[in-house]
């Protein structure tokens, strides 16, 4: 079966930088397109980063764009999340994702708070 886990979250002060990581298992990895979501809350699981199966192409959320980067090792069916600039406002648990066979498949989430 699809699992998904993530790792890597944890506070941190405004500015700093985290890296997350998706470990992802029971399916062909290097097929699907991977995505990052956040909910913050009281609010929406929104969009964070997504990247192709190769890496090739990435696309962001305007409110994350220069700050995070995705990336992905298909040899370590890893998937990651880089995150500079840290701001109060991307305080959320942060979800790894994948759409597959008209399902979308979640971890179970990691906590990032950005406070000082």
């Known amino acids: 079966q699809v699992q998904l886990v993530e790792s890597g979250g944890g506070l941190v002060q405004p500015g700093g930088s985290l890296r997350l990581s998706c470990v992802a298992s029971g399916f062909t990895f290097w097929w699907y397109d991977m995505s990052w979501y956040r909910q913050a809350p009281g609010k929406e699981r929104e969009l964070v980063a997504r990247?192709?199966?190769?890496?090739?192409?990435?696309n962001y959320a305007d409110n994350v764009k220069s700050r995070f980067t995705i990336s992905r090792d298909n040899a370590k069916n890893t998937v990651y999340l880089q995150m500079n600039s840290l701001k109060p406002e991307d305080t959320a648990i942060y979800y790894c994702?994948?759409?597959?066979?008209?399902?979308?498949?979640w971890g179970q989430g990691t906590q990032v708070t950005v406070s000082s």
């Open positions: 994702n994948v759409y597959r066979q008209s399902s979308d498949y």
């Open positions: 990247i192709t199966s190769t890496g090739g192409r990435t």
